[in-house]
T-cell receptor, first 115, second 114 residues
Framework: GAVVSQHPSWVICKSGTSVKIECRSL??????MFWYRQFPKQSLMLMAT?????????EQGVEKDKFLINHASLTLSTLTVTSAHPEDSSFYIC???????????FGPGTRLLVL | AQTVTQSQPEMSVQEAETVTLSCTYD???????LFWYKQPPSRQMILVIR??????QNATENRFSVNFQKAAKSFSLKISDSQLGDAAMYFC???????????FGKGTRLHILP
């Protein structure tokens, strides 16, 4: 497997504020990281693919200006939820992939609650 | 478009017994991967087992095995000698070869009865 960390594990913020979530690949360099969101009792939905040194690729329906992704190094990707609203409350999970055909390994997730 | 269907929202099994979770998928591709992921109450997604579509042999990982029927587009997970720690949400997932996107089913919540 692979070790992936996320920080913070949970965050509560006021509506209108921005929240940054970090995803770190701890035991290998990941050229590609992925961000998912999971609503309660639902499945994971891919939001975007984060590529080191280039712009992220967003899934249809995901606002790139609202969910800012930065993949500045081979071990760190960040997701910033800008001007958060209560409907952004969700569980955000990142995953990393070692190589193109390799399995994705998931972080422990970040629970976001926007009041 | 590819889809993954898990028709059993919840299942229960007695500890030490065997249980099978169902999964079907729809794709026009011939080269792809299938996965079963486990999400316990901690919500950490854990890879249980992986199957390459080009391999006819069913994947096995200790007490976990799959029944991969490519023609029927079926990919069931069998858990033998169920343990309390197996209680979790199980997601069946699909990924086309040379593609990044993983498509998840809606999940099956598995309860283990002591």
């Amino acid at each position: 497997g692979a070790v992936v960390s996320q920080h913070p594990s949970w965050v509560i913020c006021k509506s209108g504020t921005s929240v940054k979530i970090e995803c770190r690949s701890l035991d290998f360099q990941a050229t590609t990281m992925f961000w998912y969101r999971q609503f309660p009792k639902q499945s994971l939905m891919l939001m975007a693919t984060s590529n080191e040194g280039s712009k992220a690729t967003y899934e249809q329906g995901v606002e790139k200006d609202k969910f800012l992704i930065n993949h500045a190094s081979l071990t760190l990707s960040t997701l910033t939820v800008t001007s958060a609203h209560p409907e952004d409350s969700s569980f955000y999970i990142c995953s990393v992939r070692r190589g193109h055909q390799e399995t994705q390994y998931f972080g422990p997730g970040t629970r976001l609650l926007v009041l | 478009a590819q889809t993954v269907t898990q028709s059993q929202p919840e299942m229960s099994v007695q500890e030490a017994e065997t249980v099978t979770l169902s999964c079907t998928y729809d794709t026009s591709e011939s080269d792809y991967y299938l996965f079963w992921y486990k999400q316990p109450p901690s919500r950490q997604m854990i890879l249980v087992i992986r199957q390459e579509a080009y391999k006819q042999q069913n994947a096995t990982e200790n007490r976990f095995s799959v029944n991969f029927q490519k023609a029927a587009k079926s990919f069931s997970l069998k858990i033998s000698d169920s343990q309390l720690g197996d209680a979790a949400m199980y997601f069946c997932a699909y990924r086309k070869n040379r593609d990044d996107k993983i498509i998840f089913g809606k999940g099956t919540r598995l309860h283990i009865l002591p």
